[in-house]
């Protein structure tokens, strides 16, 4: 089994680096710092030695050794340097003087030059150098002089007191770098807890919307960038939430839809197999009971045919198909409807009635045929014998002030109640009074759902509503066509299809 590798929250991550860069920091300020006072006290040593080394080589002039050594036994020469500082005359034949007395000063007090020859110490005359401590001894700074009579003077100051100081100096800046990185660790956690704060919510609100609790939102607060990323995600979640519900309803809507199509063909499909089994069994005997059944299966394959026609125009629709965009005036495409309508029903008067101004548009002519004779065939099928229909074509504006042409098909009928408006234009939806009637005397149910399809492929509105005459109104309003372009422009779908002229 894979361990699962447990990594620091952000805030901890932010505090850890944070604090590991002030450590780099400090330590790098104080290696060069170091570096700087171990200079800066080399220097100084360089320049007493010079200055110890001049005043001892006129000594040396002025004086033999003889009298040097009284004099230093006298502690007269101990103005030549200072505590920290030891002289030594070197020959051949070894050390023939010292600064303070070799032979009675504590063990370490001088540098052990016995690894150094004489030439040695000739040839780095005027040149301080250091010399390594052995046995646990400390380091010494040496400057050397030749003196006239070829002997050598050294001079020497131990380095003791330069390894205190850059002691002294590192342990500030360790302590420094201690408190630094934990008064820092605490601010950068508080801060960084403060900054991430909205990050969490984020996580949190992810996870919660991961176990399908879509309307969840984050807190808009914590710094301008992280606000305006919380934003950003609460805009995304709307998004998100819209499209899972558009999603649902879609799926809600397509279930209903395969559930009432199943419906609607399976009373014609159940009617054809019934009269064939008639006809197969023998049931129907005499030649006028085959005329019927066979007449009956022909009615009822046709009205399958056409509903498979109206289902087959609703999915080209959804889908964005069948539209043949050409400039087009809507008087010719409603006179033909009002005339063929009043040529298949002489017993619903139709007339129509055209005000003055510019009807055309840009839209597929058989498809705004197929609407309009849909509207007037809904008033065959929902409206008495007698009723009256008027059809009245204007020009007009929208609400954005852009001209539309508005067809409006009035009738005198019973009209429609608050359900019949609010779900007319739904597929399969039949009014409880059409319902009523005998099977197939209320149509299919699609034809004004094609009618809203059309209309809105079209860019246009379409509402239902009453009449002055205290019937139904159906108002289709349709953009009107552009005045900068020409008639007879197309704008063809290559998928198209075309439109199925039936009436439902």
Not at 146 to 166: C, H, I, N, T
Not at 489 to 496: G, I
């Amino acid at each position: 089994m894979r361990l699962r590798r447990h990594r620091l929250s952000t805030r901890w991550r932010m505090a850890l680096w944070v604090t590991s860069i002030v450590i780099v920091v400090v330590a790098v300020a104080g290696l060069i710092t170091l570096q700087l006072v171990e200079r800066r006290f080399v220097d100084n040593i360089d320049s007493d030695l010079r200055d110890t080394t001049s005043g001892m080589v006129a000594a040396v002039d002025e004086f033999d050794l003889e009298v040097l050594q009284r004099i230093r036994d006298n502690e007269d020469l101990q103005q030549l340097g200072d505590d920290n500082e030891v002289m030594l005359i070197v020959s051949s034949d070894g050390v023939e003087f010292s600064l303070p007395d070799i032979d009675t000063a504590e063990p370490g007090t001088f540098p052990d030059i016995s690894s150094l020859r004489l030439g040695q110490l000739q040839s780095r005359a005027e040149e301080p150098f250091t010399l390594d401590g052995s046995n646990g001894l400390a380091d010494f700074r040496i400057l050397t002089a030749q003196l006239a009579d070829g002997k050598v003077l050294v001079a020497a100051a131990s380095l003791e007191p330069l390894d205190r100081a850059l002691e002294t100096v590192s342990g500030v800046f360790l302590l420094v770098a201690i408190i630094a990185a934990v008064v820092l660790s605490v601010i950068v956690s508080f801060v960084a807890g403060y900054v991430t704060r909205p990050i969490n919510s984020m996580i949190a609100t992810a996870e919660r919307v991961g176990t399908g609790a879509l309307d969840t939102r984050i807190p808009v607060d914590g710094v301008d960038d992280v606000a305006r990323l919380a934003t950003a995600v609460n805009s995304m979640l709307d998004r998100l939430e819209s499209a899972f519900a558009d999603r649902a309803d879609s799926e809600r809507r397509l279930r209903r839809f395969v559930a009432d199509a199943s419906h609607e063909l399976r009373t014609p499909l159940a009617a054809v197999l019934g009269y064939a089994q008639l006809v197969q069994t023998g049931m129907a005997s005499t030649p006028e009971q085959v005329d019927h059944a066979i007449e009956r299966i022909a009615s009822e394959g046709e009205r399958m045919r056409l509903l498979v026609e109206e289902l087959l125009t609703l999915a080209r629709l959804d889908h964005g198909r069948g539209l043949e965009r050409i400039r087009v005036d809507l008087v010719d495409i409603v006179s033909a409807a009002v005339d063929d309508a009043a040529t298949i029903d002489d017993t619903r008067p139709v007339t129509l009635t055209t005000t003055p101004g510019d009807h055309t548009v840009d839209a597929d002519a058989a498809a705004i045929r197929q609407a309009v004779d849909n509207l007037l065939a809904n008033t065959r099928v929902h409206t008495p014998p007698g009723t009256r229909v008027a059809v009245t074509l204007t020009a007009g504006v929208d609400d954005t002030g852009a001209r539309t042409v508005i067809v409006h098909v009035d009738d005198s009928g019973p009209g429609l109640d608050d359900a019949d408006v609010a779900h007319v234009f739904d597929r399969f939806y039949r009014s409880e009074r059409s319902r009523s009637r005998t099977a197939g005397s209320g149509g299919s149910g699609l034809g004004l759902s094609i009618v809203q399809s059309i209309v809105v492929a079209h860019g246009g509105r379409v509402a239902a509503g009453a009449s002055p005459s205290g019937g139904a109104r159906f108002t289709v309003s349709l953009p009107a066509a552009s005045s900068s372009d020409h008639p007879g422009d197309r704008s063809t779908d290559p998928d198209h299809d075309g439109f199925a002229l039936d009436a439902p």
